[in-house]
C-alpha cells in the first residue's frame, strides 16, 4: 500500500446526517456499505414479490449472456464470490432446474428454457426499473465519477497501481 499523497483529512466518526461541508471526513466504509446494504434490499424485495431471488437473476443472466453454454461448475465458480454463501450459487441452480428455468444438455452445459428466457426478460425490465429509482438525481457523469473514485480505493487498498 503506498502512503497518502496531497492532503490527509482526519477521519470522523460515521454520521447519517453530515453536512455536504462535512462529507471529506466521514468513512467509505460506512456509506459504501450502507449503500449496499440499502440498494441490495431494495433489490432483493422487490424480486421476492414475484417470487424470485437475486442470484436467480445472477444465475439466469449468466447462462444467458457468454460465447458458449457454461457448465454448472462455470457458473458457481464466476458468481460464488457475489452470493452470501459457498453454496448458494449451487442450490439456486437446482432451484432453477427445478423450476423449469434451466435445462442441461448430454454435455452437461447448462441452458436457458423458454420460461427462463421470458423469466430472465421479465426480470431485466424490473431491475432495469429499480436502477432508474436508484439513480433518480445523479447523472451519467456522476454515477462513472463515484464509480472512479470506488474503483480507485479498491485499487489503493490491493496495491494494485494499474486502476
Given at each position: 500500500m503506498k502512503p497518502p499523497t496531497g492532503t490527509t483529512t482526519d477521519q470522523a466518526p460515521a454520521d447519517p446526517a453530515a453536512t455536504d461541508d462535512m462529507l471529506a471526513t466521514q468513512p467509505i466504509g460506512y456509506w459504501s456499505g450502507l449503500a449496499h446494504a440499502s440498494v441490495t434490499r431494495h433489490l432483493r424485495d422487490a424480486m421476492?414479490?414475484?417470487?424470485?431471488t437475486q442470484p436467480q437473476y445472477w444465475v439466469l443472466n449468466r447462462v444467458h449472456g457468454g460465447t458458449g453454454a457454461p457448465t454448472r461448475e462455470e457458473v458457481i465458480g464466476q458468481l460464488t464470490p457475489l452470493a452470501d454463501g459457498q453454496h448458494e450459487i449451487a442450490r439456486v441452480v437446482d432451484q432453477l432446474i427445478h423450476r423449469g428455468w434451466l435445462r442441461?444438455?448430454?454435455?452437461?452445459?447448462l441452458h436457458?428454457?423458454?420460461a427462463g428466457e421470458a423469466a430472465r426478460v421479465r426480470l431485466r425490465e424490473l431491475v432495469t426499473g429499480l436502477r432508474a429509482v436508484v439513480h433518480e438525481g445523479i447523472s451519467d457523469e456522476e454515477y462513472v465519477a463515484a464509480l472512479r473514485v470506488?474503483?480507485?480505493?479498491?485499487?489503493n487498498v490491493e496495491g494494485d497501481e494499474g486502476s
Open positions: 421476492a414479490r414475484i417470487d424470485v442441461t444438455d448430454a454435455g452437461q452445459r436457458l428454457s423458454e470506488l474503483r480507485r480505493m479498491v485499487a
